[in-house]
């Protein structure tokens, strides 16, 4: 199976084109779902599904055609269905404090809850092989790395955390209910817990697997988005997950550089395109340009399509290798860039505003530091089997 995550800042055009590849693909045979993460749903507006049909569904997978289907998570449906108990103890917990039901249904719904949800959807797709891709239209960028890290923090927790809270409670419990009123959760919440968990089991490794899953970033070329699909960019190389393509939407046409009302745009627009060729490279790159019209209904979706890869293949990995990582060795890190073609005659290497520049010829690269290493400065750089290799040490140590 094959799964395709479209990440991106919110208004980028992220739902439409997880819809037009998703049309796509099912045009090429694929049996295709795509799968709504967005709280604020608009997936089915994309394929002019009516309100009614969309409120029918409760969450659950609507059919297109014969080899797609598209699903819009609601998440207090899912949480009826696999939350539970956790949900009824976090209910009664705010319910407790005086709070109106309504509030407390409200804050019920936990962050991370939609996230969660939304893994066990990929994890049961993935297992039952009932299509031959899933593609999911995510929310917007923060919202998307919390999805593809919250498999760790889950481990983390199951591993280190869970069995000793339930445990302290089992004790606390009888001697808590003498001293106060405040609900405390009973065995049957921990249970829900670990049986959730276990319906997750496997799926960090589905999202690592780029044979499996890739990411594609979608950007529009302003600052804002620029900025933020760097980051994004940057932390899913740091989570593992495979980034195979960036789509760049929105593009005006060169043609309009001589209109008195959008010269400017068109000239802002090719400044943020020769940036954003540097910062994404080598993974491939697809400009979306600027349509007449919005895009609803499935004829629609296909000639977007069609903009978008021409004659490629939407299920195929479009890129497979990571364009730099991070290694630590003692009190220094690596940054292992992928660099076949460099030398070292002509090549700088320089530090500013959180970033590493790399400048060789014609050739510039820009890799975003994590919060972590924006103390830390280059102090060496050499080339190894085709890898240009940045040493950077904390300005601490190197003063």
Not at 263 to 284: C, D, G, H, I
């Amino acid at each position: 199976m094959r799964i395709i995550l479209f990440s991106g800042k919110g208004g980028v055009g992220k739902t439409t084109i997880s819809a037009a590849t998703a049309y796509r693909l099912s045009q090429l045979g694929y049996k295709t779902i795509v799968v709504s993460l967005d709280p604020a749903h608009s997936l089915g507006d994309a394929f002019d599904i009516p309100e009614s049909e969309k409120v029918k569904a409760k969450g659950l997978p609507i059919k297109i055609n014969e080899k797609l289907y598209i699903q819009e998570i609601d998440i207090q449906e899912e949480l009826d269905r696999y939350w539970g108990d956790v949900y009824r103890f976090l209910e009664l917990l705010f319910n407790t404090t005086g709070l109106d039901q309504v509030v407390s249904e409200e804050l019920a719904v936990l962050p991370g809850m939609e996230e969660v949800t939304s893994l066990l959807y990929v994890n049961k797709y993935y297992r039952e092989k009932e299509f031959d891709v899933l593609v999911l239209d995510l929310p917007p960028t923060g919202e998307s790395l919390r999805f593809v890290s919250m498999p760790t923090v889950l481990k983390w927790y199951m591993k280190k955390v869970f069995n000793v809270e339930r445990t302290i409670l089992k004790v606390a419990r009888p001697v808590a209910r003498r001293l106060t009123d405040v609900p405390l959760p009973d065995d049957s919440y921990f249970q829900a817990l670990e049986n959730f968990y276990e319906k997750l089991k496997g799926v960090d490794e589905i999202l690592i697997d780029p044979e499996t899953t890739s990411v594609r970033i979608v950007a529009n070329p302003e600052k804002m988005v620029l900025k933020e699909s760097q980051r994004a960019f940057m932390y899913f190389n740091l989570f593992g997950v495979n980034v195979d393509a960036v789509i760049i939407n929105k593009v005006l046409s060169p043609e309009l550089e001589g209109c008195e009302h959008l010269s400017r745009w068109v000239l802002t627009q090719k400044k943020y395109l020769n940036e954003m060729s540097a910062l994404f490279a080598p993974v491939p790159i697809f400009r979306v340009p600027l349509l007449e019209d919005e895009v609803v209904g499935p004829e629609r979706l296909s000639i977007l399509a069609s903009m978008i890869y021409g004659d490629t293949d939407p299920s195929r990995v479009l890129f497979k290798e990571k364009p730099y990582e991070f290694v630590q060795e003692g009190n220094r890190y690596l940054v292992k860039l992928r660099a076949p073609f460099l030398t070292k005659e002509g090549l700088t290497v320089l530090k500013s505003d959180g970033e590493i520049t790399i400048r060789w010829r014609n050739f510039k690269s820009h890799i975003m530091l994590p919060r972590k290493l924006r103390n830390y400065d280059p102090v060496g750089a050499k080339i190894d089997k085709g890898y240009l290799i940045i040493e950077l040490v904390s300005e601490k140590i190197s003063s």
